[in-house]
């Protein structure tokens, strides 16, 4: 239960043979923004989300079940989620973003760096919104795979126009704003800067002891910094841009991590063309 008056977000049927995945830009995005900063820590309080949403098919990923294990163990008390994500499955998101709405204590969400895609719609069951300065909040319509003939793709279509019309609900309601202007938005795929984010209403203000331009928190450390999950980050988005889907780029990763399972096929580079292999060589070596 909100302390707003915010709406449930819709529970529908995931489509068969559908892959979710995060836009490219925002994933390109993520991955060249450094370490997010961290805000003052507020103890067992404190959900971070600093990953895609959805299991990302090795080992990561912020799922429902990690979110409302975290809810529980924090129990009937305010709770401050950070994000710093590109997005990911968008039936996640909404199920992340119902639960925390039903949370019965204040919920305060601080967007460390990029609340993308998904994590977006995470972000609207705040009961307060703050941006730290040079922060994003990335909107777009339903993105995904799916696989079949011109029937499905018609079906798909149909699905998803219900889809961004749950979404742009979601938005609406938390800005205040009219949801044609919303889905206007989400048609140009549009990324809200801190400033921009609180004068449309879908924030409230800068993250506490921060001001705009101004770096208000010490890096993170841990795996975020990580080198290695830096570059991973680099080139999923690079073979997100070559059109590569997402199941085949988590095989592909998997391979070239060295974290496949000894039962799962290698993927024989999944079909990847030239062009992407050398966009990948070029990532690798930056």
Same mark, same amino acid.
């Given at each position: 239960?909100?302390?707003?008056?915010?709406? !449930?977000?819709?529970?529908?049927?995931?489509?068969?043979?559908?892959?979710?995945?995060?836009?490219?830009?925002?994933?390109?995005?993520?991955?060249?923004?450094?370490?997010?900063?961290?805000?003052?820590?507020? #103890?067992?309080?404190?959900?971070?989300? /600093?990953?895609?949403?959805?299991?990302?098919?090795?080992?990561?990923?912020?799922?429902?079940?990690?979110?409302?294990?975290?809810?529980?163990?924090?129990?009937?008390? !305010?709770? @401050?989620?950070?994000?710093?994500?590109?997005?990911?499955?968008?039936?996640?998101?909404?199920?992340?973003?119902?639960?925390?709405?039903?949370?019965?204590?204040?919920? @305060?969400?601080?967007?460390?760096?990029?609340? &993308?895609?998904?994590?977006?719609?995470?972000?609207? &069951?705040?009961?307060?919104?703050?941006?730290?300065?040079?922060?994003?909040?990335?909107?777009?319509?339903?993105?995904?795979?799916?696989?079949?003939?011109?029937?499905?793709?018609?079906?798909?279509?149909?699905?998803?126009? @219900?889809?961004?019309?749950?979404?742009? #609900?979601?938005?609406?309601?938390?800005?205040?704003?009219?949801?044609?202007?919303?889905?206007?938005?989400?048609?140009?795929?549009?990324?809200?800067?801190?400033?921009?984010?609180?004068?449309?209403?879908?924030?409230?203000?800068?993250?506490?002891? /921060?001001?705009?331009?101004?770096?208000?928190?010490?890096?993170? /450390? #841990?795996?975020?910094?990580?080198?290695?999950?830096?570059?991973?980050?680099?080139?999923?988005?690079?073979?997100?841009?070559?059109?590569?889907?997402?199941? !085949?780029?988590?095989?592909?990763?998997?391979?070239?991590?060295?974290?496949?399972?000894? !039962?799962?096929?290698?993927?024989?580079?999944?079909?990847?063309?030239?062009?992407?292999?050398?966009?990948?060589?070029? @990532?690798?070596? /930056?």
């Amino acid at each position: 239960m909100s302390l707003r008056d915010l709406p !449930a977000g819709p529970v529908f049927p995931r489509p068969a043979a559908f892959q979710a995945d995060a836009p490219w830009d925002a994933l390109a995005r993520w991955a060249a923004m450094p370490a997010a900063a961290a805000a003052p820590t507020k #103890g067992d309080s404190t959900i971070t989300i /600093s990953d895609v949403i959805g299991e990302d098919g090795m080992g990561g990923g912020v799922s429902l079940r990690r979110i409302a294990a975290a809810l529980s163990r924090i129990g009937p008390n !305010a709770v @401050t989620v950070q994000i710093n994500s590109p997005g990911g499955d968008m039936f996640e998101g909404i199920a992340i973003y119902n639960l925390l709405r039903a949370h019965p204590a204040a919920v @305060t969400v601080e967007v460390l760096g990029l609340a &993308a895609s998904a994590a977006s719609i995470i972000a609207m &069951a705040g009961d307060e919104i703050h941006m730290s300065p040079g922060s994003f909040l990335m909107l777009h319509n339903a993105w995904g795979v799916v696989i079949g003939n011109r029937h499905d793709m018609a079906e798909a279509a149909a699905l998803f126009e @219900t889809f961004d019309a749950a979404l742009a #609900g979601i938005y609406a309601a938390r800005s205040g704003r009219p949801q044609v202007e919303i889905a206007a938005l989400l048609d140009a795929e549009t990324f809200l800067s801190a400033e921009e984010a609180i004068a449309a209403g879908m924030a409230d203000g800068m993250v506490e002891g /921060s001001a705009a331009g101004l770096p208000a928190q010490s890096p993170q /450390s #841990g795996a975020q910094s990580r080198p290695d999950i830096q570059a991973r980050r680099r080139i999923d988005a690079a073979l997100a841009q070559q059109g590569i889907p997402r199941s !085949a780029r988590r095989a592909m990763l998997r391979d070239l991590t060295g974290t496949r399972n000894a !039962a799962e096929p290698a993927t024989q580079n999944a079909g990847l063309p030239l062009s992407a292999i050398r966009q990948l060589i070029d @990532t690798i070596r /930056s």
